[in-house]
Nanobody, 128 residues
């Protein structure tokens, strides 16, 4: 069984920053083999893609509204993926989730249905 544990959320004023972390582990799970993604879900809305990173960290992708503000990175030695969020806006308020892509060693899509092993999420609240 694979588990993801997110942390780092909180309450921040607009224009502020937060750094989210997600550690992935499991008896048969090799973190370094999988692309990782961050998604978010606001109340009453569907889960949406935020960012993804290839298994070796060499390729990243972002939703258009996050480009230039958010940075995804990973430390494979620590089985951890990060999301640095700068210039936060009230519309960034959501629960943020990480997950691993369904297949190893491939470039991921941006579809939540193609990701597995969702964590419990971490709440990010941005006040105006």
């Amino acid at each position: 069984q694979v588990q993801m544990v997110e942390s780092g959320g909180g309450l921040v004023q607009a224009g502020g920053s937060l750094r989210l972390s997600c550690i992935g582990f499991g008896r048969t799970f090799t973190f370094t083999n999988y692309a990782m993604g961050w998604f978010r879900q606001a109340p009453g809305k569907e889960r949406e893609f935020v960012a993804a990173i290839a298994s070796n960290g060499g390729t990243t992708a972002y939703a258009d509204s996050m480009k230039g503000r958010f940075t995804i990175s990973r430390d494979n030695a620590k089985n951890t993926v990060y999301l640095q969020m700068n210039s936060l806006k009230p519309e960034d308020t959501a629960v943020y989730y990480c997950a691993n892509y369904k297949l190893p060693r491939v470039v991921p899509t941006r579809e939540a249905a193609d990701f597995r092993s969702w964590g419990q999420g971490t709440q990010v609240t941005v006040s105006a």
